[in-house]
């Protein structure tokens, strides 16, 4: 594992509470927004956010200062115009659309805050494209650490972060980065799992018959081995409370479906035996 800073965090004081790892899923990660709120509501305390992918995103302004709520009524203002006009092909470049809009959005609601100068900790994972190896992001503007985690190639372009060239999706490597969560932070780790398993996909029908087909293959082929890594992972570095939102009925493109969403993910964390009714008291700190 390589760290942009050159150094590991200092380990904080032990307190109560959980680190949060919110893993890649496009879409379906927003439902961790529920997850953050039905956290607060059971009062469990978030001391440390590891991200991925939309995790990162999701990760980063929660870390910055900006609610819950506030983030579900961001997530809800997006509807499928908005969605369309993000994803518009751009048939010049390194990935299918451009990134002006998300750039845009990301330094809006970043503004110059640096990922050390958060109010909660956090890191995101990236990918170097060059050796594939995997990039922990603990320094520097929160909003170009957090371009660089969702860079999933073939959709946006690489980024570079503090002088590293090529930055991509963090999904490439660590889907669901529990073992940087464990590596980082002396909490107990809940991750949420925002990916789909393949064997509860939705019947395909034909819909290959469709226009960009082939691009509907690339992307079930995409979630099939981001799914497959994950899991492996996940084995070698299971978390204390693993939460896995019901996203069968949503694609990794339903942003305009924030609604459902983040309240499938609320209803499987204010559900989990392990977190409800203060059940995790004593594990979680």
């Not at 949060?20 to 927004?33: D, F, K, N, T």
Request: aromatic letters at 6%; hydrophobic letters at 45%.
């Amino acid at each position: 594992m390589r760290l942009v800073s050159g150094k590991e965090s200092a380990r904080p004081p032990q307190e109560p509470g959980v680190t949060l790892v919110l893993g890649s899923g496009g879409a379906r990660g927003l439902a961790h927004i529920g997850v953050l709120q039905a956290l607060k509501e059971i009062r469990v305390p978030v001391r440390a956010v590891v991200g991925c992918s939309i995790g990162a995103q999701i990760g980063a302004l929660y870390c910055a200062g900006v609610s819950p709520e506030d983030l579900a009524d961001t997530a809800r203002q997006v509807n499928f115009s908005t969605v369309i006009r993000m994803f518009m092909p751009f048939p010049f470049g390194a990935g299918l659309v451009r990134d002006r809009g998300v750039r845009k959005f990301l330094q809006a609601e970043l503004q110059r805050k640096s990922i050390q100068d958060l109010a909660v900790p956090f890191v995101a994972v990236a990918t170097d494209l060059q050796d594939g190896t995997e990039v922990v992001l603990d320094s520097g503007l929160a909003w170009s650490a957090v371009r660089a985690s969702i860079a999933m190639p073939g959709i946006l372009a690489p980024h570079t972060h503090e002088e590293r060239r090529h930055l991509a999706d963090g999904a490439l490597v660590n889907p669901l980065p529990v073992s940087v969560a464990r590596s980082r932070y002396p909490w107990p780790v809940v991750a949420v799992q925002a990916q789909l398993s393949p064997r509860l996909r939705p019947e395909i029908g034909g819909r290959f018959r469709r226009p960009f087909g082939w691009f509907q293959v690339a992307r079930l082929a995409n979630e099939t081995a981001l799914w497959e890594l994950g899991q492996a992972r996940l084995r070698e570095c299971p978390p204390d409370v693993l939460v896995e939102p019901a996203v069968r009925e949503h694609s990794c493109f339903s942003y305009h479906q924030a609604t459902d969403l983040i309240r499938v993910g609320y209803d499987a964390a204010v559900n989990s035996p392990a977190l409800k009714g203060g059940a995790c008291e004593s594990r979680l700190g």
